[in-house]
């Protein structure tokens, strides 16, 4: 591959990026459409409707043989079970977060959750941290201690969300499958729970037969909001270094951040306020962490 077309692969895959994770960042804005619909309702939509659009693109994409792959490894369906549960939680969560007018709390947890990857991966990996990462993960631990000290409660919304998608992508890191089958198979396996859930547990704005044809589109809609910043990551990743991925995965929580103090006035008392200070002065020693190991590796593959 020449230069030119290095630099617009390069090009292109940063577009998805920001795609990517300007969507996830303006997701919020579509569950605020549909607040009136309970958290666990939404969950049951967003699995049925992501299923049905991957089982449409792996069809049209000719990659339902790496799905019946899936199937002849109990291994692989283990662990995928296994990561169906975290990944459901976390929606769960992130949906109840967002319609109970917690949108700072969840922007503070995509904050920390970047800095959580690195944490684990030190505990569970083996992988050594540099010094400028131990220091953004202090930082954000004095953050989090601020905040307990001030209002006296763990920010609790925070911390699962941080959590759970933290253990969701260490597992995910350990699972051979690729991110379209694999995110298939973690919604197959809910898909029989939100069937049962949809006919015995659903409130009344779960029948599609009653909504407002509006109300229905909205619904159906989640499966769209789901899968489509996920195809564009996908396309990123394939097309620009990890590093980058990671510097711009700040859009979406920054997009949190400003909605909900702009357009939902959500209160940003001072003690919540240096609690973000100290998170961002974290996030700024690991990003600038991340450059300086980016520049070292270029530097040696271009000796090589």
């Known amino acids: 591959m020449n230069a030119e077309a290095t630099q617009r692969q390069a090009t292109a895959g940063l577009l998805y990026a920001v795609a990517a994770y300007t969507m996830w960042g303006i997701a919020p804005l579509y569950f605020k459409q549909i607040a009136s619909v309970p958290a666990p309702d939404i969950l049951m939509h967003r699995i049925v409707w992501s299923a049905a659009l991957l089982a449409l693109l792996l069809l049209g994409l000719g990659q339902f043989a790496k799905v019946r792959a899936i199937f002849r490894s109990k291994r692989l369906m283990g662990l995928l079970a296994v990561a169906s549960v975290l990944l459901g939680g976390n929606w769960l969560l992130f949906i109840w977060a967002i319609n109970a007018d917690m949108m700072l709390e969840a922007s ?132 620009i270094m990890f590093t980058t991925l990671g510097l711009i995965q700040y859009i979406g929580p920054t997009l949190m951040f400003i909605f909900a103090v702009g357009m939902y006035d959500e209160p940003l008392e001072p003690a919540r306020l240096v609690t973000f200070g100290f998170v961002w002065c974290g996030l700024v020693l690991f990003s600038l962490d991340s450059l300086k190991t980016y520049r070292q590796q270029r530097k040696v593959l271009r000796a090589a």
């Not at 989090?144 to 253990?167: M, Q």
């Open 108 to 239: 503070l947890g995509y904050y920390i959750n970047p800095l959580l990857n690195v944490f684990l991966a030190r505990l569970f990996l083996n992988e050594r941290l540099r010094t400028m990462q131990k220091a953004a993960v202090v930082l954000a631990i004095i953050g989090v201690a601020n905040i307990i000290i001030a209002h006296g409660t763990l920010p609790w919304v925070a911390l699962l969300l941080a959590g759970s998608f933290a253990i969701y992508g260490l597992l995910r890191k350990q699972i051979p499958v690729e991110p379209l089958p694999g995110l298939f198979m973690e919604t197959l396996v809910l898909l029989p729970f939100a069937g049962l859930y949809w006919v015995w547990f659903a409130s009344d704005a779960a029948n599609m037969l009653t909504n407002e044809w509006s109300l229905n589109a909205w619904l159906m809609a989640a499966g769209v909001v789901t899968t489509l910043p996920l195809l564009a990551f996908n396309a990123a990743a394939k097309r």
